[in-house]
């Protein structure tokens, strides 16, 4: 599978981490991804938080595909979430303009 840049994905660690980012680059060994976040799972449902806490949010991050067991595209509703956790931006879908 090749990543389109500056797509969102979800990888899956082989430390069973599930990792949701975009895309800066995919080469034969390592993917770059800006702005990781993990998929943790709480009784309010999935949160998203902080994958590396001591980096700067604003340095790509190199992942060895090696440390990958599965790369999925992301669901639209967590890829919004992803979105207005990384950016502010809040995702409008299915929005209709009345006129009148």
Request: aromatic fraction near 4%; hydrophobic fraction near 40%.
């Amino acid at each position: 599978m090749k990543l389109e840049a500056g797509k969102v994905y979800t990888l899956k660690l082989h430390n069973a981490d599930e990792v949701v980012a975009k895309i800066v680059e995919d080469n034969d060994d390592n993917i770059v991804v800006t702005q990781p976040l993990s998929a943790v799972p709480t009784e309010k449902g999935v949160q998203l938080i902080f994958t590396v806490f001591t980096a700067d949010p604003k340095e790509n991050i190199t992942i060895n595909k090696s440390a990958i067991t599965m790369i999925c595209s992301t669901a639209e509703q967590v890829s919004d979430h992803y979105l207005e956790a990384t950016t502010g931006i809040k995702a409008v879908r299915n929005s209709k303009i009345l006129m009148g």
